[in-house]
Structure formats: structure tokens, C-alpha cells
């Protein structure tokens, strides 16, 4: 049976990520409101945007908290960019923090004005090299034992795996490499 990825889907790049889990024969749901929750899938991806609208949106919809036990309970996440940040336990220059399952620090749109959006390679543990795509996007300052690092830019962390929670800062659902989505496919 085609595993049933959930893909919270109320602002930002969940359609990418669609697309990509649908070419490996993933089935996509999208999550935009409590009705949508009804059926639990098998996995979760937090796509890249706007964590402060995505935050605002969980919690006056309700699905802020049903969301976070799926996490708690072990479902395999795959976060990307904003999605971090929903994640992180704590945030260095802001205090939104949404979901807190993730122990690490996270800063937000950490790489400035000047170099809001890049692409760079870089090696991703267990994977390769691979070209990522920063997009304002946050970086991981700090870790907590238990989290695995996955990949560095620039000696800031930008990959990481705990557990069953796999986040990145970059965006591997622009372009075609769909090892990580792969990868995320294989933690269920
Ligand atoms: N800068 C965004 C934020 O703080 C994240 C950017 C992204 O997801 N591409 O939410």
C-alpha cells in the first residue's frame, strides 16, 4: 500500500513536495483544517514559508496541538526551512516557537539581507553531495545530545535528524534530487 504522507498545507511550498512524494508513489493529504486531521497518516511534512503565519494558523484552526501528539507519539517528520523553525524547541532571535519537538536552537532568517537566498553543495551525511537551496532561510545554532547532524555550510548546521524528525534549512523539494524525500519515505 502507497504510504499516506500528511502535508500541512495552509501557506508556503507544500505543493513542491507534493509533487515529489507523488513521483516516489506516496500518497499526499493535505492538512488545512481540523477535518483534515480525521485520518492519522503515516508521515508529516512541514513545508518551507512563513513560520508566522503558518504558527498563527495552527493554533487559531486547533490543529497546533493534534499535530504536535502525532509528533510526540513518533510519527517521521520531514521539515524544511519554516518548517524548522515550527519544530525547534527554542528560536535565538525570536519567541514564536510552535511544535517544541525538536531539541535544538534554530535562528531565523539567519544568513541576512545580503545573502537572503543562495545555492551552495554541500555533503549530506548518509546521502552525498547535494545542491541546496537557501531561501531566507534559518540555520541550527545549537544541538542537543541525541540530535544527529546531517550537514554543515559555512560551519552553520543546516541538517538534522532525532529520531523520527528529519529538518533541514534548505529546500530539496525545488529541483529533482529526491534522496532525501526517499530517505524520509524510508523512515516509515
Ligand atoms: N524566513 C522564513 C521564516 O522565518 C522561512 C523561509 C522559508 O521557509 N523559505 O519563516
Known sequence: MAKRIGVLAVQGA?????????ALGAACHELRNMADLEEKPDGLVLPGGESTVQRKILMES????????WIEEGMPVLATCAGLIL??????????TCF??????VRRNAYGRQLGSFVTEA???HIGRMRQNF????????????VEVLSETDGHV??????????LSFHPEVGHDTR????FLQMM
Request: aromatic residues 4%.
Open 123 to 125: 555533503e549530506v551525511r
Open 87 to 96: 519544530l525547534a524547541e527554542y528560536l535565538s532571535n525570536d519567541t514564536r
Open 180 to 183: 532525501l524525500h526517499e530517505a
Open 158 to 167: 543546516t541538517a538534522v535528524r532525532h529520531d523520527h524528525q528529519l529538518a
Open 135 to 146: 531561501i531566507r532561510a534559518p540555520y541550527i545554532e545549537q544541538v542537543s545530545p541525541g
Open 62 to 69: 486547533g490543529m497546533l496541538a493534534p499535530i504536535k501528539s
Open 100 to 105: 517544541r519537538t525538536l531539541p535544538v536552537t
Open 14 to 22: 507544500f505543493a513542491e513536495h507534493e509533487a515529489m512524494l507523488r
